[in-house]
């Protein structure tokens, strides 16, 4: 649901504004909050909205992999093609899907051309497989690269020409075939969301394609199968599920609904991240952050994000690094900088990670207080997770922060940061980072 209000509508996507005068709105309540701050963030009455929330069918739980054989043949599959990668293919869950396939009638051919950061021209690859093999339904197993590449060819075979063409929000015109997507991390919540991230390979920079059709029509979240990542990759995920979380909740299109998942994610990730990394098999702490990406990608989907995405994006294209450790790096000065006009609204995130009580936000000092202590907690659980301290340790430098912040301006992520930023703010940010 994105409540219309104020609007940026674009074809059949709509980024709501919230109304200038409009209160912050404290809305949802978060399982790690103390009963007396409940009462005091209770949701506000407002003015009835318009209101929109784009959703996947959804079939979530430890072993439920066969259900996306079972969704393929719903959607009328006769010819699958299933995209992976070769890191998928190693772990060995594409096999067991085919097999599942199989047992449900149908014979996928499988393309495992996908790398991290997907290329432009690994879509096209992807595309010509998916013509040659005469295939009618997609099925995507893997992290968000994968899925993003499958959304790609997804567009491509619906629209042609080349993903390059279709940079920014509903540039397509034409239906594309059905999606089945099969998250393997548990981070970038691109398995229900409207978001497909490319890189442009001939200006080192990762493109957004934006749009109500490329929202899958079937996510299918088995834990299970998040066991077999390494730990930097559990960690990345992680953090590109909270910065999701958090950039959704101050985003300028949130909304009642979105708070909710964007709360709730923050919350699960602030206590379960860590768990995992300690304890790599233990199903239930899995569980709650498959649960903690699904309600981030839920949230931003429809709340979009902010200035960490649309810096994170260029630097991504640029040095082809791990998405949620770039996010992991800025987040925190994302933070200061949106919260030092107003910083009320972080005062509900703060208390999603776990504020101390004797931090008190009821003042805006107070307010400002909490904020500054997301802000740290969130280095804290990059630290604990082995983040780099700075953007510089992991190959940026300062003659390349002319170049990614102009590119930052560009990016359709930062249309919705809470606080307007030009030039000048998002290099001093990326200087911050370094
Ligand atoms: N479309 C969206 O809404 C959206 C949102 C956020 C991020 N993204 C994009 O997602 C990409 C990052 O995706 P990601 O962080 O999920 O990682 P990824 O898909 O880039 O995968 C990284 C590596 O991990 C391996 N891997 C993945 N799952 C594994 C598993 N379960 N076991 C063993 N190995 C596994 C892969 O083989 C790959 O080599 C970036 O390109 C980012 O821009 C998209
Ligand atoms: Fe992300």
Redo the contacts with the bound molecule.
């Keep these: 649901m994105v409540l219309v209000d104020s609007v940026t509508r674009a074809g059949d996507s709509v980024i709501a504004r919230r109304r200038p005068e409009e209160a912050p709105v404290d809305a949802t309540v978060s399982p790690t909050r103390r009963p007396a701050d409940r009462a005091a963030s209770r949701p506000r009455a407002a003015t009835p909205r318009l209101a929109k929330f784009h959703v996947p069918e959804i079939l979530f739980g430890p072993g439920s992999l066969p259900e996306a054989a079972h969704a393929a043949v719903r959607l009328g599959a006769r010819r699958p093609l299933l995209v992976t ?4 293919v190693d ?1 060995g ?1 594409p096999a067991q899907l085919c097999a599942h396939l199989a047992d449900a009638g149908l014979r996928a051919s499988v393309w495992d051309g996908v790398t ?3 290329k432009d021209h690994e879509i096209a690859a992807g595309h010509l497989a998916y013509l040659e093999q005469r295939c009618d339904v997609i099925v995507a197993l ?7 590449a499958a ?1 790609g060819i997804a567009l491509l075979a619906g629209n042609g020409g080349t993903i390059l063409d279709y940079e920014g929000v509903d540039r397509m015109a034409l239906p594309i075939p059905p999606l089945v997507m099969v998250p ?2 548990s ?4 398995d229900v ?1 409207q ?3 490319v890189t442009d390979t001939r200006r080192n920079t ?1 493109i957004t394609i934006l749009g109500r059709a490329l929202v899958p029509d079937v996510s299918v979240v088995d834990p299970h ?2 066991v ?3 730990d930097w ?1 559990n960690a ?2 992680g953090l ?1 599920a909270l910065t ?1 979380g958090i950039e959704a909740y101050v985003s300028r299109a949130h909304n009642p609904l979105t708070d909710h998942h964007a709360l709730q994610a923050i919350a699960l990730v602030g206590e379960h991240l860590e768990r995992t990394m300690d304890h790599p098999s233990e199903e239930a702490a899995r569980t709650c952050m498959a649960q903690a990406a699904l309600e981030a ?1 839920l949230a931003f ?1 429809n709340a979009i994000l902010g200035a960490a995405h649309a810096m994170s ?1 260029q630097v ?1 294209g640029l040095l082809d690094l ?3 450790v770039i996010n992991g790096v800025l987040l925190p000065h994302v933070i200061r900088f949106n919260a030092e006009p107003d910083p009320h609204r972080f005062v509900p995130i703060a208390q999603a990670l776990g504020l101390p009580g004797d931090i008190t936000p009821d003042s805006t000092a107070g307010a400002a207080e909490a904020a500054e202590w997301a802000a740290c907690e969130v280095r804290r659980l990059a630290d604990e997770l082995g983040v780099p301290k700075g953007l510089g340790e992991i190959g940026v430098t300062e003659s390349d922060v002319g170049l990614l912040s102009a590119m930052t301006l560009a990016d359709a992520c930062l249309s919705t940061n809470p606080r307007e930023a030009d030039q000048a703010d998002i290099e001093t940010l990326f200087r911050a980072a370094l």
């Design positions: 990668d070769p890191g998928l772990a869950w991290p950061n997907p893997g992290g968000g690269s994968v899925i993003d959304k393997s991390t981070g970038t919540g691109a969301s978001f497909c991230i990762k199968l998040l077999t990542m390494p990759l990345a995920t590109d999701h990608g989907t994006h991504g791990p998405h949620g």
